[in-house]
T-cell receptor
């Protein structure tokens, strides 16, 4: 079946540190891959996405590359800020369905950035 | 307008009350969703509407009753809820096309529900 595994949190870093949050997936074919971010007390916002192998999604200094060979979509940022403190969800949408098919979410990784 | 709005922001209700959550979008999306999110967990899909018709019900108890009165509005009617139903309820919308593609879901800020 389809599933998403992301690294357990919480992750605590100092401001300006390099960030990696690992995400691997299991799916048949070529799913679409997403990173969503949830700031405290808010809903989810799409951070970035990639719809085919070797695509790189990027937004707000965050990047993730769709790696079919390692079934991974790791989130990276070169220099984190306190305002990046949030919960990050890796997610996939399976191929071969209509676009309103279910999104499969990972368990979420809580990120805290110290000033 | 790329916003999904939800009202109310917070709701406290007793187990015998009837209340409704509302969601609205003006992006022309024809798919709308209800999710339930417990603390420190990912969202769990409850219902999907496509072209104002219910297309997915994830075996949700009948005390939750969705309604899609038009293409911009989605309601969730609540009746005889249990304390374990306390959670953040998120609405989302997306385009609806028969081929998979670049159709992300846009989420609202959620309604934080407390059942006493």
């Amino acid at each position: 079946g389809n599933s998403v595994t992301q690294m357990e949190g919480p992750v605590t870093l100092s401001e300006e540190a390099f960030l990696t949050i690992n995400c691997t997936y299991t799916a048949t074919g070529y799913p679409s891959l997403f990173w969503y971010v949830q700031y405290p007390g808010e809903g989810l916002q799409l951070l970035l996405k990639a719809t085919k192998a070797d695509d790189k999604g990027s937004n707000k200094g965050f990047e993730a590359t769709y790696r079919k060979e390692t079934t991974s979509f790791h989130l990276e940022k070169g220099s984190v800020q306190v305002s990046d403190s949030a919960v990050y969800f890796c997610a996939l949408r399976p191929p071969g369905y209509s676009s309103a098919s279910k999104i499969i979410f990972g368990s979420g990784t809580r990120l805290s950035i110290r000033p | 307008d790329t916003e999904v709005t939800q009202t109310p922001k917070h709701l406290v209700m007793g187990m015998t009350n009837k209340k409704s959550l509302k969601c609205e979008q003006h992006m022309g999306h024809r798919a709308m969703y209800w999710y339930k999110q417990k603390a420190k967990k990912p969202p769990e899909l409850m219902f999907v509407y496509s072209y104002e018709k219910l297309s997915i019900n994830e075996s949700v108890p009948s005390r939750f009753s969705p309604e899609c009165p038009n293409s911009s509005l989605l309601n969730l009617h609540l009746h005889a809820l249990q304390p374990e139903d306390s959670a953040l309820y998120l609405c989302a919308s997306s385009r609806w096309e028969m081929t998979s593609g670049d159709n992300e879901q846009f989420f609202g800020p959620g309604t934080r529900l407390t059942v006493l």
